[in-house]
């Protein structure tokens, strides 16, 4: 039984001047709430102060689609590992987790999984979905042109 189903990886590219968009780059299926209306980049910002949530489940740092519409909170539960977090995708029951790099960001979905996220950050953190991830980047497909 496979823990994670989609992978996703977003980098920075030279064509944009903003400093929040991440832009598709190659995945191993299409997912819609990351793709949508032809607009397969994303924006990684800090949470707006007029977005209001309970404090104690408020994330820092939320991705928002090319529609500019919310896709998920990414928490960051361990500062020692300011590069991983996770959260749920906006409108379904799928789980995300995000890797976060200077100019990249790989996101992996785990559908109808919400409710084990952090479960599954807590598996990503120790290292024990290398293999299923390295599984998901044998498939996947450029996107755009990009070289992978």
Not at 32 to 60: F, M
Not at 79 to 101: N, W
Request: hydrophobic share 35%; net charge positive.
């Amino acid at each position: 039984m496979r823990l994670v189903d989609v992978y996703c990886r977003f980098e920075r590219l030279g064509k944009t001047r903003s400093k929040t968009r991440l832009d598709l780059v190659a995945c191993n299926e299409l997912y819609e709430p990351l793709q949508r209306q032809d607009k397969a980049w994303v924006y990684l910002i800090s949470v707006p102060e007029h977005i209001e949530g309970n404090q104690k489940r408020k994330s820092e740092i939320c991705l928002t689609g090319g529609d500019g519409k919310y896709v998920s909170g990414v928490f960051i539960p361990d500062v020692q590992r300011s590069g991983m977090g996770y959260g749920d995708i906006k409108g379904t029951t799928d789980a995300a987790l995000f890797v976060i790099g200077e100019n990249s960001l790989e996101i992996l979905i785990a559908k109808g999984k919400k409710n084990t996220a952090f479960a599954l950050y807590q598996l990503l953190a120790d290292g024990e979905l290398d293999r299923e991830i390295n599984i998901l980047k044998q498939n996947i497909k450029s996107v755009n042109g990009a070289i992978i």
